[in-house]
């Protein structure tokens, strides 16, 4: 079984915490006796990890969720320079190693999107390919939505990327009509070769550990950890 997976996204706006939220509170529900975690290996500023802190219960220090944080909610590069350090990606590789070890599941929240910058040389595309972490790609249910699946796509095998496949996240609500036009499903796994997982409908309320659970069991979980 699928033992790691990143989530990560189009964009800072496209969803991969209310998907790594879902995802978690699946977990969580469904498999109580099996030990799960999560990371947010690098943060700018306050965000995820506090999130995550105050929605579960995480046998997890603030260092074992986060082991590179900066004060400035910026760039990892650009915030590190600020501070005067480095983005430490040994120490970061170490922490996840560690808990990746200790648990039967982990799920890792990217920063940005996957063109989105990790030190002045390295994308968050770059890591997970170096890395050789199983991928999901969250994209936004909104205009354009099509033009920038298949642009992270072809960055994502650029990378040699494993893309287990995409979810589209409805960042604002939207009507049926609206989610068929600006991400047909057919369309974007034609174009872009890749399973489209599932829809992510509006949610106001993020807190709601159940209704996350249930949305989460209606992804291709097949697909997700063949």
Same mark, same amino acid.
């Given at each position: 079984?699928?033992?790691?997976?990143?989530?990560?996204?189009?964009?800072? =706006?496209?969803?991969?915490?209310?998907?790594?939220?879902?995802?978690?509170?699946?977990?969580?529900?469904?498999?109580?006796? +099996? &030990?799960?975690? #999560?990371?947010?290996?690098?943060? &700018?500023?306050?965000? @995820?990890?506090?999130?995550?802190?105050?929605?579960?219960?995480?046998?997890?220090?603030?260092?074992?969720?986060?082991?590179?944080?900066?004060?400035?909610?910026?760039?990892?590069? #650009?915030?590190?320079?600020?501070?005067?350090?480095?983005?430490?990606?040994?120490? !970061?590789?170490?922490?996840? &190693?560690?808990?990746?070890?200790?648990?039967?599941? /982990?799920?890792?929240?990217?920063?940005?999107?996957?063109?989105?910058? /990790?030190?002045?040389?390295?994308? !968050?595309?770059?890591?997970?390919?170096?890395?050789?972490?199983?991928?999901?790609?969250?994209?936004? /249910? +909104?205009?354009?939505?099509?033009?920038?699946?298949?642009?992270?796509?072809?960055?994502?095998?650029?990378?040699?990327?494993?893309?287990?496949?995409? /979810?589209?996240?409805?960042?604002?609500?939207?009507? @049926?009509?609206?989610?068929?036009?600006?991400?047909?499903?057919?369309? #974007?796994?034609?174009?872009?070769?890749?399973?489209?997982?599932?829809?992510?409908?509006?949610?106001?309320?993020?807190? @709601?550990?159940?209704?996350?659970?249930?949305?989460?069991? @209606?992804?291709?979980? =097949?697909?997700?950890?063949?």
């Amino acid at each position: 079984m699928l033992n790691t997976l990143l989530i990560t996204g189009t964009d800072t =706006e496209a969803g991969k915490t209310v998907l790594t939220t879902a995802l978690a509170a699946y977990w969580q529900k469904y498999y109580p006796q +099996r &030990s799960w975690g #999560i990371m947010k290996p690098i943060q &700018s500023g306050i965000g @995820d990890r506090e999130w995550y802190q105050k929605l579960f219960a995480l046998e997890q220090s603030s260092e074992e969720i986060t082991p590179l944080y900066f004060e400035a909610p910026l760039a990892p590069p #650009i915030a590190a320079a600020r501070e005067n350090r480095q983005v430490d990606l040994a120490l !970061v590789w170490q922490a996840f &190693s560690k808990l990746r070890s200790q648990r039967d599941f /982990v799920l890792v929240e990217a920063l940005g999107g996957l063109g989105s910058p /990790v030190t002045d040389e390295l994308t !968050v595309a770059d890591l997970a390919g170096e890395w050789r972490l199983p991928t999901v790609l969250v994209v936004p /249910v +909104r205009l354009g939505a099509i033009a920038q699946a298949v642009a992270n796509v072809a960055l994502a095998r650029q990378s040699r990327i494993n893309l287990k496949g995409i /979810v589209l996240n409805c960042v604002q609500p939207r009507t @049926d009509a609206e989610i068929a036009d600006w991400t047909p499903q057919q369309l #974007i796994r034609s174009l872009t070769n890749t399973p489209v997982l599932g829809c992510l409908p509006y949610l106001d309320n993020l807190t @709601d550990l159940d209704k996350l659970a249930q949305i989460a069991s @209606d992804l291709d979980w =097949e697909t997700l950890t063949l």
